[in-house]
């Protein structure tokens, strides 16, 4: 059945554009989280557990 269908695919430009777009968006993706411009956010976003922590201790009496 899978031969049957595949065999009537005559369109293989599509799988081609899907991986290229797919490669595109993961490297984008991959450069916007990796470039140095973003750290002091990614250092904000690890210090948010922290601080909730320091907040819950707090109201349970400085547990």
Request: overall charge positive; hydrophobic content about 45%; some cysteine.
């Amino acid at each position: 059945m899978k031969q049957a269908v595949l065999g009537h695919f005559d369109l293989p430009w599509i799988p081609v554009t899907a991986l290229l777009l797919f490669v595109v968006c993961f490297a984008s993706y991959t450069y916007w989280t990796f470039k140095k411009m973003n750290r002091p956010l990614y250092e904000q976003a690890s210090m948010i557990p922290l601080e909730d922590a320091a907040k819950a201790s707090s109201r349970k009496g400085g547990k």
